[in-house]
């Protein structure tokens, strides 16, 4: 015999094929508690009071039960020993819907139908909350939100470095020119401050090159630069000790979202690494959203501007948007980089739909296909493509002629 097994506001229904009531695990009273008992079942968890229920009806002979949760089904034959159907409408559970306030007064649940209305309401709001609850801790958002506070720091860093650079400019003008890197110019004026400190000895001290350090102390004794008072020195130095700390969270914030993007899309991160990951996903405005997008506008992801300039003008339209971040791209040479691009995202949208999906651990799988692909591109097309012959002007047809279309409209108008 088969049971239909059916979720409600106020409880799990089993009716027998002839739509008889034969059963029922009702959810508390109070609707916070029924809210989150409702919400718990619909993503699939089998409550005790379920598992009882089912197990009751099974010693009673009925041997098949039908759900039309897909979560709940899988989870009962998973936790017990009985033969699972899915559907997706029931006729039970179409009766159930067509008159709730019936079966919540037949099963005891409420006096009346105006007391079911009334808590009905205010189940239903609790449910939605948690729900709002539910979408706002997605670990997606907090992947997208880390990466953009990374992305504002960096901006904050480069700055703040500029300001400094400048205002130690004027007792030391000649270091802006040696030292490209800020972390490395911010440390070295809060070590040394004065220019006179800027000895080879106190320089290799600070891990600086033998040759940069030499370099460093030549200019330094010749510094055509001002001289600057203590108290002058110090302001600029507590500056550079705030970036450095901004520098450290920087690479703290940067450890977090590569530990968060493990836990989030795992397979995403291993093809591309975190950081262009989380910047795909804060894109699309989460996991999800870009699981859903192809692979060609995964590709173009970044460069809206241009594909939408591209498709008003007629002008040839963008190859690649974020993901020419990767080493792939960046590195690859000029005429590779438009079928490593789609090679990639191709490679991408399989990862973000596992990731936001399956669930299953493919990166290592994907990486091993990608570089595949990716030494077929070189090699086949390791040298650039003929450039197209160009006819003189005279050997031209009169409508391929540049300008001949205005000078027509030109000389129209004069006439």
Not at 239 to 252: E, M, V
Not at 254 to 269: G, Q
Not at 349 to 371: P, Q, V
Request: charged content about 35%.
């Amino acid at each position: 015999m088969k049971a239909v097994v059916v979720e409600s506001t106020f409880g799990v229904l089993v009716f027998d094929e002839e739509n008889k009531l034969i059963g029922k695990a009702l959810f508390p009273r109070r609707p916070e508690a029924a809210a989150k008992s409702f919400v718990e079942v619909e993503a699939g968890k089998l409550h005790d009071e379920i598992s009882s229920l089912i197990g009751m009806l099974g010693k009673q002979g009925y041997d098949t039960f039908v759900f039309e949760n897909e979560s709940l089904a899988r989870e009962v034959q998973g936790k017990m020993d009985v033969k699972v159907e899915t559907f997706k409408r029931s006729e039970a559970g179409e009766l159930l819907r067509s008159d709730p306030e019936q079966f919540a007064v037949q099963t005891g649940f409420a006096k009346d139908a105006d007391e079911f209305r009334l808590w009905t309401h205010n189940v239903t709001m609790e449910i939605a909350k948690l729900r709002v609850k539910g979408a706002v801790e997605r670990r997606d958002l907090v992947v997208a939100q880390a990466i953009q506070t990374l992305d504002e720091l960096d901006r904050t860093i480069n700055m703040l470095m500029a300001r400094v650079r400048e205002w130690y400019g004027i007792h030391f003008p000649e270091l802006d020119r040696l030292l490209e890197k800020h972390e490395t110019y911010a440390r070295l004026v809060v070590k040394l401050g004065s220019r006179d400190k800027f000895t080879v000895e106190k320089l290799e001290k600070e891990e600086v090159p033998k040759t940069k350090a030499d370099a460093i102390a030549k200019v330094a004794e010749k510094s055509m630069g001002a001289d600057l008072s203590d108290d002058d020195l110090n302001q600029i130095q507590t500056l550079c000790t705030d970036i450095l700390s901004l520098y450290q969270f920087r690479q703290d914030l940067e450890s977090y979202l590569d530990s968060t993007m493990e836990e989030v899309a795992p397979n995403t991160k291993y093809l591309v690494g975190s950081l262009l990951g989380a910047r795909l996903i804060a894109v699309s405005g989460g996991l999800t959203n870009l699981a859903k997008r192809p692979a060609s506008t995964i590709q173009v992801l970044g460069a809206e501007k241009a594909l939408f300039r591209s498709l008003k003008t007629g002008t040839r339209p963008p190859k690649h948007g974020l993901i020419f971040q990767h080493t792939l791209l960046h590195d690859a040479k000029r005429w590779q980089r438009g079928k490593i691009a789609r090679a990639l995202a191709g490679k991408l949208a399989i990862a973000t739909r596992a990731d936001a999906f399956g669930r299953r651990n493919i990166g290592e799988e994907l990486k091993a296909s990608m570089d595949k692909r990716i030494d077929e591109i070189r090699e086949k097309y390791d040298q650039p493509p003929p450039m197209p012959a160009i006819k003189p002007k005279h050997e031209r047809p009169r409508s391929e002629r540049p300008g001949r279309d205005k000078k027509w409209r030109k000389h129209r108008r004069e006439r």
